[in-house]
């Protein structure tokens, strides 16, 4: 009896050792956008569960599973154009949209195309899942127009 009434006490470390970490990417503001979600169960585990919740709100948004993966797995946004996403995840390759928010495939290859802009990486960062976008391309300003010859 007397163990059973110390036993929640024993257990809650475990239980407090879950984690449910999130990050953003925000396209165009909070509600058009990409959030993957990094879970572990216990302290010792040495892979997560992810997942990619895809937004346009308020006309959809769609919760996608992915593998199971490192704790420290790098997860890199490519946009290849028309609200379509290129995941990739430790070399394993998905692709998403958020027209619609439906649609989610694995990809075998990479496409024709190429995986298009970097939109930046969902990684941990001292213990916290954190989305770094990538660096912007530089505009580049038009070349002065020579005056005329005569």
């Known amino acids: 009896m007397r163990m059973s009434k110390w036993l929640p006490v024993l257990v809650l470390p475990l239980l407090a050792a879950c984690s449910d970490q999130?990050?953003?990417f925000e396209?165009?503001?909070s509600a058009h956008a990409l959030s993957l979600i990094r879970v572990t169960t216990f302290p010792w585990d040495k892979t997560a569960k992810y997942s990619l919740v895809a937004a346009r709100m308020p006309d959809c948004m769609r919760k996608h599973p992915m593998p199971e993966a490192a704790l420290d797995a790098r997860v890199e946004i490519f946009s290849p154009g028309n609200d379509a996403w290129i995941i990739r995840q430790n070399g394993r390759m998905f692709v998403t949209e958020t027209r619609t928010c439906?649609?989610?495939a694995k990809l075998d290859k990479?496409?024709?195309g190429g995986l298009g802009a970097p939109a930046g990486i969902f990684e941990m960062?001292?213990?916290t899942l954190v989305?770094?976008?990538a660096p912007k391309a530089p505009v580049l300003a038009?070349?002065?127009e020579e005056p005329p010859k005569n």
């Open 22 to 24: 999130r990050a953003t």
């Open 110 to 112: 990479e496409p024709e």
């Open 131 to 133: 989305f770094t976008a």
């Open 27 to 29: 396209i165009k503001g």
């Open 125 to 127: 960062r001292n213990g």
């Open 102 to 104: 439906e649609g989610f």
């Open 142 to 144: 038009p070349a002065p």
